[in-house]
């Protein structure tokens, strides 16, 4: 429906209304902007696709306040960060309220829980739409009151007038009609008067994650359950050609083997039962078919010599013009991994013709409706409900899961199902994040600043997310398999593999190409940041060589090229607090780097500042103190802030130390962690500061993926400044800095 | 039949002797602390005491535990009344996703009862075998350290009672 038509039809109802409901909106109606010809205006955030308030609150005849939203909680902590927003605004205490989060039963559709786009979609419209419902409840307490709204104040769940008498909500809701649309425009609390938003209230979810109480979908038992597990096929082009599944079935506890096509689980009434299940119809399938993987040495050439559609996302000035000193670099990427700790699991039941599928996806909709085509199923007859799960930091196995789930609990219908995923599934079947090439030349102009910047960006898709039942893995697998949709790029101004491949800096003459690469030797999708980390891994660490070319320090040198002040604001407070100096000797082995991005140019900004030793013995970089500025706009929660930023810059760390997907011609070699080894404990940073710039009333910017980039390349700059040594491909592991500076 | 006592209750379960301590305590006794992370003693998200030790519940069959003293992260306390290391996370805020959490606390737990005065490198050592993957390590590591120091501060007084008798 088009909210704006909603928009008309309720003005009507409104006027029908009469008194002060219609005096407060016709202050700021929108259809005045309309009658002269101005285009509609856009409400905030997801308000706009949805503009019924009572598509995101609800109080019922007791008072009780229920707020929903299409995002998930993925351990970010956006579930407390809404719950801040909507009390605020609401003058409720945060405990007051319920928050309902991803389910296509009962919230809206809100797509994904992807790209940093949490508070700025769902969190400004949960904003938006409290503070109008508050304005309502002043409406009706002013007609109650027979009082001006001047002289009510909200407070803690009443109204309370400036004569003292007092209504609660629930006095109030019998009059209250949530179920219109939301208006633009309208008053939000002051900044200055923020008692809640802004404050650093602990984590909701966390008391139940710390003593073992019901968190993941991984501990849901309800009545019934049984437990499933998939076995995969040895390798992704392998076919099933034989089975015999009866000794399985007569193993004990086995209730079903489930075959269908090389689909293949077994569903057990114990877990350890299904588990020894699995391994037994593992041991018994006979597969055919080779896979033909590249060599993994020569991915970045395989990569690059790929049939590619090319975007030139950047051209301005004219090139080759400048007369000074130039520098030409390649950068790349491995493949790399999303890794979750836990597994993916789902839970599924067929019953009376609906399937419910729990699912940690963070996109419940598009799974949804992606399941539904998969089982040849109406959609209203398929339900998602976000459960969380171990983090995912992009596309994993959820998805998957969740389509395996339902393909068995069809297969053993009325029965609640549990997949779990084991570790070498996880790590074998989960789309990586892709491997990628970068290409960048710049020339100086007589005055050391960049005249000229050529950037290229070679990448396959940063998502095959559902969007339709072929990106589901088992879905390739079935008798009747669905073909895999053609893949395609996600547009400037947010990017896939493009993302933040325009430079922030200011550079007269400039071309920056995106090579799009359909075909994918491997299977990718999206992973925290897309294309963002290697872009800004590859501009930022370039931007040192550069100024070392200009003989420039790298702080100054960025600050030469930046124009927007909120970016030089997260520079110079990063600089300041971790004492850069430029210039400064440092102890041989010892060196700092210096990073910074804007997260896809319009989102959150952040800068780094680090410092580490390399062991020339051994090649080991081991992380000093690492200091942070960040700039997400208005703040929320800062401590909700400093976590993320925190875990951006260590699971950074761990990427571009260490992780990099192993694969021979024939098979995903990477199938646990001694195969895939990540960053523990005795290699964690001696320290991480986060300084937060707030920014009270301005946007929503996110701050998820605002950190991987520049920690990566913050890292790279200061292994080169430790070794003298330039390294351009990730992961700067071991090995490979012994061997750049030929030990 | 197997007896376990877990949490200080006696439990008798009727299960294949190979099954994994992780599976029975998930789904036996429904508890949900110890996670299934990789079955191969990699993660530690499956960590829980023996006795005093730390040990990976997916990989020690049931039938090793037999009468033996199991306890989990539900044993330490609970969201009204936590134990000094579960507070302790709580006020680090030590947490994203928490899925490694409940492990990342019994491993901890092991060590703050056998050496209170924990040092950080103490910490960073004792903690290697578990993984995170948010990132959430620095909060942990604050977060063992607050609790070294609540735990050794009530040791303390408990020491000079028992000294003054």
């Known amino acids: 429906m088009n909210p704006h038509t909603q928009t008309k039809l309720s003005r009507r109802r409104l006027l029908q209304t009469g008194g002060a409901l219609a005096v407060y909106f016709s202050l700021r109606d929108p259809l005045d902007a309309l009658a002269q010809g101005a285009p509609p205006p856009k409400l905030p955030g997801s308000l706009d696709k949805f503009p019924l308030l009572d598509s995101w609150i609800k109080i019922d005849a007791n008072g009780a306040i229920t707020v929903f939203t299409g995002k998930a909680e993925l351990g970010q902590g956006i579930k407390t960060a809404f719950i801040q927003l909507a009390a605020e605004e609401l003058s409720v205490e945060p405990g007051d309220l319920t928050l309902v989060t991803a389910d296509t039963g009962r919230t809206p559709n809100e797509g994904y829980t992807a790209g940093s786009h949490s508070m700025k979609d769902s969190g400004t419209a949960i904003q938006n739409a409290a503070a109008q419902v508050r304005g309502l409840l002043l409406d009706l307490a002013a007609t109650r009151f027979n009082m001006p709204r001047e002289q009510l104040k909200p407070q803690r769940g009443t109204v309370v007038a400036a004569d003292g008498r007092v209504l609660r909500y629930a006095e109030l809701v019998a009059g209250l009609d949530l179920h219109r649309p939301a208006v633009p425009g309208a008053p939000k609390a002051d900044p200055k008067t923020y008692t809640v938003i802004g404050k650093p209230l602990p984590r909701v979810d966390i008391p139940a994650k710390v003593t073992g109480g019901l968190a993941y979908v991984q501990d849901m038992r309800p009545d019934g359950l049984v437990h499933a597990r998939v076995v995969r096929p040895p390798n992704p082009a392998a076919k099933l050609k034989a089975l015999d599944s009866q000794p399985v079935e007569q193993m004990p506890g086995v209730i079903k083997v489930v075959r269908d096509g090389s689909f293949l689980a077994v569903v057990a009434a114990g877990e350890f039962q299904a588990i020894q299940a699995m391994n037994a119809l593992s041991s018994l399938a006979q597969w055919e078919g080779q896979a033909n993987l590249p060599k993994q040495a020569n991915i970045s050439d395989v990569i690059r010599a790929l049939p590619a559609q090319d975007t030139v996302i950047l051209n301005q000035g004219s090139l080759g013009q400048a007369s000074g000193r130039a520098l030409k670099a390649t950068y790349h990427r491995p493949y790399q991994m999303h890794g979750a700790i836990g597994p993916s699991c789902a839970l599924a039941q067929f019953k009376d013709g609906t399937m419910t599928v729990w699912t940690h996806s963070q996109g419940v909709y598009p799974l949804r409706d992606s399941l539904a085509e998969l089982l040849r199923m109406p959609k209203e007859q398929v339900h998602c409900i976000h459960t969380e799960g171990s983090g995912c930091y992009g596309h994993n196995g959820a998805d998957d899961a969740a389509a395996d789930a339902a393909l068995i609990a069809r297969a053993v219908p009325d029965r609640p199902v549990r997949v779990q995923w084991m570790r070498e599934q996880e790590h074998g079947w989960e789309p990586y994040g892709p491997a990628m090439v970068t290409e960048v030349q710049a020339a100086l102009d007589a005055d050391g600043k960049i005249a000229d910047w050529q950037y290229e960006v070679w990448s396959n898709t940063h998502s095959t997310r559902p969007g339709g039942a072929g990106n589901l893995l088992a879905a390739l697998h079935l008798a009747q398999p669905f073909a895999q949709p053609a893949p395609t790029p996600i547009p400037q101004p947010e990017g896939g593999g493009d993302r933040n491949g325009i430079p922030l800096y200011a550079v007269p003459n400039a071309r920056v190409t995106s090579h799009f690469i359909p075909a994918m030797p491997v299977r990718v999708s999206a992973m925290r940041g897309l294309g963002a980390y290697m872009n800004v891994f590859s501009i930022e660490s370039f931007m040192d060589e550069m100024a070392a070319l200009a003989g420039t320090d790298p702080v100054e040198f960025r600050l030469r090229h930046l124009e927007d002040t909120r970016a030089r604001d997260v520079i110079a407070l990063a600089a300041k607090e971790f004492g850069w100096k430029p210039n400064e000797p440092l102890p041989k082995g010892r060196g700092r780097g210096f990073a910074f991005a804007r997260y896809k140019n319009l989102a959150g900004y952040a800068a780094i500042a680090l410092d580490v030793e390399v062991e020339r013995e051994t090649g080991v970089v081991q992380i000093g103190r690492v200091v942070a500025a960040v700039d997400s706009g208005q703040v929320v929660n800062p401590d909700g802030i400093r976590n993320q930023i925190e875990g951006a810059i260590v699971q950074s760390a761990s990427w571009t130390l260490y992780e990099s997907v192993g694969y021979s011609e024939r098979e995903i070699t990477s199938r646990d962690w001694g195969s895939y080894p990540i960053l523990r404990f005795p290699a964690m940073p001696s320290k991480i500061d986060v300084h937060i710039i707030d920014r009270p009333g301005q946007p929503f910017l996110g701050t998820g993926e605002a950190g991987q980039g520049p920690a990566s390349a913050a890292i790279a700059n200061a292994v080169a400044s430790a070794t003298g040594v330039r390294m351009r491909s990730l992961p700067l592991s071991p090995a490979r800095v012994k061997a750049a500076i030929g030990i | ?165």
């Open chain 2, 1 to 165: 039949m197997t007896e376990l006592i877990v949490n200080g209750e006696r439990h008798t379960v009727d299960v294949d002797p190979a099954t994994p301590l992780l599976y029975v305590l998930r789904n036996e006794l429904k508890l949900n602390g110890a996670k299934f992370g990789c079955g191969l003693g990699q993660c530690g998200a499956c960590t829980v005491m023996l006795d005093s030790d730390p040990v990976f519940a997916c990989l020690i069959p049931i039938v090793a535990v037999d009468g033996r003293r199991v306890r989990t992260v539900e044993g330490l306390g609970t969201a009204e009344h936590p134990g000094p290391v579960q507070r302790a996370f709580m006020d680090e805020q030590a947490a994203q996703c928490g899925y490694c959490i409940p492990g990342m606390i019994m491993r901890a737990q092991a060590l703050l009862e056998r050496k209170a005065g924990a040092s950080e490198d103490d910490i960073r050592q004792h903690m290697e075998p578990n993984l995170c993957r948010c990132g959430t390590h620095m909060r942990i590591l604050a977060a063992v350290k607050r609790a070294a120091v609540t735990m050794r501060s009530a040791e303390k007084p408990s020491r000079q009672r028992e000294a003054g008798r």
